[in-house]
């Protein structure tokens, strides 16, 4: 099948990428689903930070390679050998899939997938091999999905299906943003009931985390150097919107923080704002080179829990139908986090948006 998909011809072109233009609108042949794999028909996917940071080089990856991993689409054909998903059904594509077999996927979440993990890394589908070709030369997939095409080809782990009254544009936020934001909350951190929570960094995992906290009974405050984003939090709901200074400035603290600005100062604020016996979680993905200052001291003095979270220790097949119950209930309303629509030819402009962090999620719709 002949495909149109935005591939990355190399990484670490430089910003403007309006400019240095990374993305080539490509004719690809898209190969038929083999066993265990499903060839689902695009209908909306998220611009992500993982995105960009694949086209910085922040996370090297094979090129050239099909961008985009959050998505959400119609089955279109099924593989050999997949019977619980049918041709028309809306699925959520999600970026790492799981086996259910290795020992990252019996922790629950709380480890990726090592067999995921290692065809991620090398552009390939989990069940082997590549499905896409641009004038006979393999292609990568982008974490096992390359939505950024009218059609993919993916793996029947690497999907969620969702029923046909949740919207592409949810339904395809809830595969990365609502998942990692989410699941900081949800499953990395576990606060009390009722109990504070405060979000550092507000882009769509911020403001996802920050949706999911409210949602479960939390109170959200908001922390951003991006005034606009504040006022968008608290337009959401949270009960203070305020600069990484001015949380300083104030002392603030909180028993359970989420850092989802992936940079080394974030980070040092979401320490520094974290209450004694508190639970710092990180979701944020800085450059491999980031570093930053912590107090072994404080950590001691202060019982304090650090906690890494990948894809907010998630089981997408276990947390994407808890998240669809939340927003069938009023509570969780994803569609708020939609700040731009595009289509392929504005992925450029698109990238220098997000890199300026002016935006929550773009989203390319077909």
């Known amino acids: 099948m002949r495909i149109t998909g935005a591939v990355l011809e190399e990484v670490g072109r430089p910003a403007p990428f309006a400019a240095s233009r990374p993305l080539t609108l490509s004719a690809l042949e898209l190969a038929p689903p083999g066993p265990g794999e499903l060839r689902v028909r695009v209908e909306a996917a998220g611009l992500c930070h993982s995105d960009l940071s694949v086209v910085d080089g922040n996370r090297p990856r094979p090129t050239p390679m099909l961008l985009g991993h959050e998505a959400a689409g119609l089955v279109a054909e099924v593989g050999a050998g997949v019977d619980d ?12 899939p799981r086996c259910g077999r290795c020992p990252g996927c019996a922790t629950g979440g709380r480890l990726p997938c090592g067999p995921g993990s290692d065809a991620n890394a090398a552009g390939d589908l989990l069940g082997g091999g590549r499905r896409l070709t641009r004038d006979g030369v393999p292609v990568a997939h982008h974490l096992g999905v390359s939505a950024f095409a009218e059609q993919v080809v993916v793996d029947r782990r690497s999907v969620v299906p969702v029923p046909a009254d949740v919207p592409a544009e949810v339904a395809a936020l809830l595969g990365c943003a609502v998942l990692t934001g989410g699941g900081a909350v949800l499953n990395a951190a576990s606060p009390e009931p009722g109990s504070p929570v405060l979000v550092v960094g507000l882009g769509g995992v911020g403001m996802a985390a920050l949706l999911v906290a ?66 710092t979680v990180t979701v944020g993905l800085p450059g491999p080179d980031a570093r930053a200052a912590v107090s072994p001291l404080l950590l001691t003095a202060e019982a304090r829990t650090v906690v890494g979270s990948y894809l907010g220790s998630s089981v997408p097949a276990r947390d994407v139908p808890r998240y669809v119950e939340l927003w069938r209930e009023g509570r969780l309303p994803v569609e708020r986090l939609v700040s731009h629509r595009l289509e392929l030819g504005g992925l450029h402009e698109a990238l220098d948006a997000l890199a300026l962090g002016v935006v929550l999620r773009q989203v390319v719709t077909f």
């Open 214 to 279: 409210q949602a479960l009974g939390h109170p959200v405050t908001a922390v951003d150097p991006v005034r606009g984003k504040l006022a968008t939090a608290a337009e959401l709901g949270a009960v203070a919107a305020l600069t990484p200074a001015e949380a300083l400035e104030r002392g603030l603290r909180a028993p359970t923080v989420v850092e989802a600005a992936g940079s080394a100062r974030a980070f040092e604020t979401a320490l520094a704002v974290t209450a004694p016996g508190g639970t």
């Open 85 to 96: 998903v049918a041709v028309g059904d809306r699925v959520v594509m999600t970026f790492l």
